[in-house]
């Protein structure tokens, strides 16, 4: 083998590469140089396909870059790019290689420069002033102490546990969070959107209707806060029946929504300390107000008391007060006794005297007069209904004999009424005869009511429930002072009487022995 090799060398020591190899390392370089760039320029042709992506140039004086927007991400613009506009693009650079060129995946957009933003925003501003959307007479006190707190922002940043620390701190309170995009396309429908379904809640429903609402975020650049000062956020806003605060971005921060809403809050912490008051605050007052209402109450009633002990001091002794009618009570109670006694025997002799009156004899004797007067009234309506009926028959008879050839007429031509006629005279006849008998038997009743009622007031009927009569010399005793001075006396029962020895007379010497007590007639 020979020392040196003689074998000719291939042509050049390059690698060969395939052209799919060579696009993608050129690819992966421009990817890995570029990876995020943000590119000034005026937006050039723009095309949208039905995909929904988004097509367009970046070009300068000298040159052009094809940019491109996936669907989600042009969801996500706030600003989207319109032919003419001069734009800062961010994005990352790549190449198609099947068309061997270099172009810009846009993330985002926004104008060039804070000037041309906050011109469109002065703009907007100054036409919705004009509408009066901005108004301070619209704008609505916010209530002391809020049961329910609607709270629109997004739930998985800082800002909703920052407002619910503070409101735990301060307050605990019932929290309705809505949650919303903050940034981005979406945000300004999202946020419009919450605000208008609180106030859509009705109240006394299921889900309780907020007292006051909150919309809020943190701070960010002016792109970052585009959202809150779109237009259909802040007639959403100035629309809310609700009390609504601004707390979007820092104290620095303004946005449109902040002319808007009821109250500005610089930061969303203090949004949450304009919404409720401090607990133990309110708690620290109460007491110092229960404090000065019991010193208040303590010095009336100890100067009401010495006012009442200086008045007690002008006033007379009890004593004095209820002597003199305690006096004319005692004087009242003692002619009371012999008033009632009085009284007792002044009725007891009128019954007396009445029951004198009416005696059995007297009684029967009226029974008796008013039943013969009764029966010779009986005897005369039954002679007078007699002739009375004689005269109908005779005038009938005439009047009869005068109308029998119209009677006869009147028969011919009215068929049977003269037969109903002739039994209404019947009936008519009937009920005259038995008049009189109704008659005496009504008066009978009444007699024997009339028996009744004597038998029942009889002094009889009230010896049989257990009273008696006295009788002295011949007289009804009603007194025991008569008693003592009869010589006798005679007690009557219902079933008979019997004498009783009264205050005797001397007895004269042979002369008759009084009679014994307790002897019956």
């Keep these: 083998m020979d020392l040196l090799d003689d074998t000719p060398a291939p042509p050049g020591n390059s690698p060969e590469y395939t052209v799919s190899e060579l696009s993608g390392a050129v690819k992966r370089v421009i990817e890995g140089e570029f990876g995020l760039v943000r590119v000034r320029g005026e937006v050039g042709r723009v095309s949208r396909p039905a995909s929904g992506h988004l097509y367009f140039d970046l070009k300068d004086d000298r040159s052009v870059i094809a940019a491109i927007s996936w669907k989600g991400q042009v969801a996500k613009m706030q600003t989207r ?29 926004a104008p060039a420069g804070a000037g041309a933003l906050m011109a469109m925003l002065e703009k907007r501003r100054a036409a919705l002033q004009a509408e009066g959307l ?12 809020p049961q329910v707190i609607g709270v629109v922002t997004s739930p998985s940043g800082a800002v909703i546990r920052d407002i619910l620390h503070r409101l735990r701190d301060r307050f ?69 029946q609700i009390p609504l605060i601004s707390a979007v971005g820092h104290e620095t921060d303004t946005t449109l929504i902040d002319h808007a809403a009821d109250r500005r809050a610089p930061t969303p912490t203090a949004a949450a300390e304009m919404a409720v008051p401090v607990r133990l605050e309110l708690l620290a007052a109460v007491d110092a107000l229960g404090a000065r ?61 009445q029951a004198g009156r009416l ?13 013969e007067a009764l029966l010779r009234r009986a005897e005369t309506l039954e002679a007078r209904l007699s002739r009375k009926q004689d005269l109908w028959h005779s005038s009938f008879d ?35 005869e038995a008049a009189p008998k109704l008659r005496f038997s009504e008066l009978s009743r009444r007699l024997d009511a009339l028996d009744r009622t004597r038998q029942t007031l009889g002094y009889a009927e009230t010896l049989r429930r257990g009273y008696a009569v006295v009788r002295g010399d011949g007289e009804v005793i ?27 007379a001397a007895r004269k010497p042979g002369g008759a022995k009084p009679p014994e007590q307790g002897s019956l007639f």
């Design 398 to 432: 005439k009047w009869a004999s005068r109308l029998a050839p119209s009677l006869a007429r009147l028969i011919m031509q009215a068929g049977g009424k003269i037969t109903d006629q002739r039994n209404a005279l019947q009936g008519f006849t009937a009920r005259l």
């Design 134 to 145: 901005f108004d301070a007479t619209r704008k609505k006190p916010l209530p002391y102490l």
């Design 478 to 504: 009603t007194s025991r002072v008569a008693a003592e001075k009869a010589h006798a006396l005679e007690v009557e029962f219902h079933d008979g009487r019997m004498a009783l020895g009264g205050r005797s």
């Design 293 to 353: 209402l019991s010193r208040a109450l303590a010095q009336g009633v100890a100067a009401r008391g010495q006012r009442l002990r200086d008045v007690a001091r002008a006033l007379p002794r009890p004593e004095a007060l209820l002597a003199t009618p305690s006096q004319r009570l005692d004087t009242a109670t003692g002619r009371l006794s012999g008033g009632l006694s009085l009284a007792v025997s002044r009725k007891r002799a009128v019954y007396a005297q």
């Design 81 to 109: 790019p319109e032919e003419g506009m001069e734009v800062i693009a961010t994005g990352r650079m790549t190449t198609f290689p099947g068309q061997s060129k270099y172009q810009l995946i846009v993330e985002d957009v």
């Design 172 to 240: 605990p309170r019932h929290v309705l969070i809505w949650p919303v995009a903050v940034q981005g396309q979406a945000c300004a429908a999202e946020v419009a959107a919450a605000i208008r379904g609180f106030n859509a809640i009705e109240a006394g429903g299921p889900i309780p209707r907020p007292d006051v609402l909150i919309v809020a975020r943190g701070g960010g650049s002016l792109e970052d806060l585009w959202g809150f000062n779109e237009e259909i956020v802040v007639r959403a806003a100035a629309g809310s």
């Design 359 to 371: 005696s059995p004899t007297a009684l029967a004797g009226l029974v008796m007069r008013r039943r």
